[in-house]
């Protein structure tokens, strides 16, 4: 092989881990097995215990420096579940700000299905929830279930848009 070669091959390896391996992961799923890192968020899909709901738990991370990828970062998925009466649901999820500021946090949840089938949108939003700096808030977003079963189609939840702003 060519000393050209070799470059051209070295070239296209630094610039394809460039692409892929140093970006992070910008959206997150809860799951049963997640990783709690700086950087990184793994989504494993988790069946309910009984006929009546379906849970997952997990955490979201995010890198980069705008308000929506801090904001992120600061999201921590604890459960996705439909609700005991077969209602709503619901995503628990704590907020953890770790500047000094406090801010109003926007959180949009999606529930979802897994890979390869299709399920029903379903949103759940947190708005203007105000965390003090260096504090921790706990809260749900929750959202009707419209399905006819018991909620099982749903085998996770991730955050697919959170923001903050000084509050």
């Keep these: 092989m060519k000393l050209r070669h070799v470059r051209a091959i070295a070239v296209f390896g630094i610039a394809l881990v460039a692409l892929t391996g140093a970006r992070g992961s910008h959206g997150a799923s809860c799951g049963g097995g997640s990783s709690h890192g700086s950087s990184s968020s793994s989504g494993s899909s988790s069946s309910g215990s009984d006929s009546n709901s379906s849970s997952s738990s997990g955490s979201v991370s995010g890198v980069g420096g705008s308000s929506k990828d801090r904001a992120s970062r600061d999201v921590k998925i604890d459960e996705c579940a439909l609700s005991a009466d077969g209602k709503n649901l ?75 702003t000084i509050g």
């Design 90 to 164: 619901v995503a628990k999820l704590t907020i953890t700000n770790s500047d000094s500021s406090a801010y109003l946090y926007d959180v949009t949840m999606q529930f979802k299905g897994d890979a390869g089938k299709t399920v029903d949108l379903a949103l759940a939003q947190v708005s203007d929830l105000r965390v003090e700096g260096g504090a921790s808030k706990s809260t749900e977003a929750s959202t009707p279930y419209t399905g006819s079963g018991n909620g099982s189609e749903y085998t996770r939840c991730e955050v697919s848009f959170a923001d903050r």
